[in-house]
């Protein structure tokens, strides 16, 4: 049985594994096409329970990045000429190291997108990037993606090229057991825990309903999206407050039921830093982590090298990373 291969950018998310995941369980399912994800991911937690081959190359960031960069091409080079794949998936947006790879030279590809702003995705279109691909999926409705601000050539782009389907969410709705399993995980003395899966279905109504009709105290936005700012703000209880920590692009605006403002009396504020003293609280900071108090490394998603910035900034714009550090 020949292989399908899907390539997952390195050192993103638990989100972008998950979804490779999704999309390499459905080919396997298919019976036509034996999956096999070929990453770089810095955690093996989502993969350790997965009927689905995995090949996870190191993050090598102790490596200087050009000698890591030229060692991982040419090992992901060789073996995907030894697999010899019947079509290639990607994952999120074009990655300029594949188009350089000789084993991947005439083989149908497949480039799996996630939600981009408007402008994000006009630049990729701009460059030529999404010339390479056989066939483009985007990760959310027809009607969602016209909402975005995408000009109107890209608009065109879509309708009439024949290259491009729309196939919605791309999300996994946890069991029972994968509930309770976190809820152990991350609750053990029995503390009260909830886990919604705001991706997959409507967030507000599970907070209802595990609040028994209530919203919680305090909500936290922590990624910068409108969509979710309006969420957190909604499931929020009578006097309860939201706190927005992540960014939104310059151009997003937030829309809220106004009226939910004085009747509810709910409140609506920003928080940059925890609104730290940065005089006061950075030394204190950097002593806790060099005691080991404090875990840094762990959230650093991805690594860039000087020369990516460009990418860097890209996949800070399409969400991809939490953290990334550039290194030179």
């Known amino acids: 049985m020949k292989h399908a291969v899907l390539l997952v950018k390195n050192g993103i998310g638990f989100g972008h594994i998950r979804r490779a995941l999704l999309i ?43 000698i890591a960069e030229d060692l991982y091409t040419d090992l992901l080079n060789q073996l995907l000429d030894r697999l010899d794949p019947a079509v290639v998936i990607e994952d999120t947006y074009p990655d300029a190291r594949y188009r350089r790879l000789p084993a991947l030279a005439d083989r149908p590809r497949i480039l799996v997108m996630r939600r981009l702003d408007g402008l ?58 994968e509930i309770r399993a976190a809820r152990h995980a991350y609750a053990p003395d029995g503390v009260p825990l909830v886990v919604v899966n705001g991706g997959a279905g409507d ?21 910068g999206s409108p969509d979710v700012i309006l969420q957190a703000f909604l499931g929020t209880r009578r006097g309860g407050k939201t706190v927005v920590v992540g960014v939104a692009p310059a151009t ?5 039921p106004g009226f939910l403002l004085p009747l509810a009396e709910k409140s609506l504020v920003g928080s940059l830093y925890g609104s730290a003293d940065m005089a006061r609280d950075v030394p204190r900071l950097i002593a806790l982590y060099r005691a080991g108090k404090l875990k840094l490394d762990e959230l650093v998603t991805r ?23 550039i290194t030179f």
Request: glycine residues 8%; aromatic residues 8%; charged residues 20%.
């Open 120 to 177: 994000s995705f006009d630049q990729i279109r701009e460059r030529g990037d999404l010339a390479h691909y056989d066939r483009i999926l985007i990760a959310q409705d027809e009607a969602a993606f016209q909402q975005e601000g995408h000009s109107g050539d890209s608009l065109a782009a879509i309708r009439y090229s024949g290259r491009f389907s729309f196939v919605g969410n791309v999300a996994h709705t946890p069991g029972s057991d």
């Open 24 to 66: 390499a369980e459905a080919v396997q399912h298919a019976g036509k096409l034996r999956p096999i994800i070929i990453s770089q991911a810095s955690s093996l937690a989502l993969y350790h329970d997965s009927a689905v081959r995995v090949i996870n190359f190191p993050l090598l960031h102790r490596v200087p990045s050009a």
């Open 303 to 325: 690594r860039f090298a000087l020369s990516e910035v460009g990418e860097a900034f890209a996949a800070l714009q399409a969400g991809d990373v939490a953290r990334g550090v």
């Open 203 to 223: 967030a507000v109504a599970a907070l209802q309903e595990v609040t028994g009709g209530r919203g919680v105290d305090v909500s936290f936005e922590v990624i």
């Open 252 to 256: 997003a605006m937030v829309s809220l």
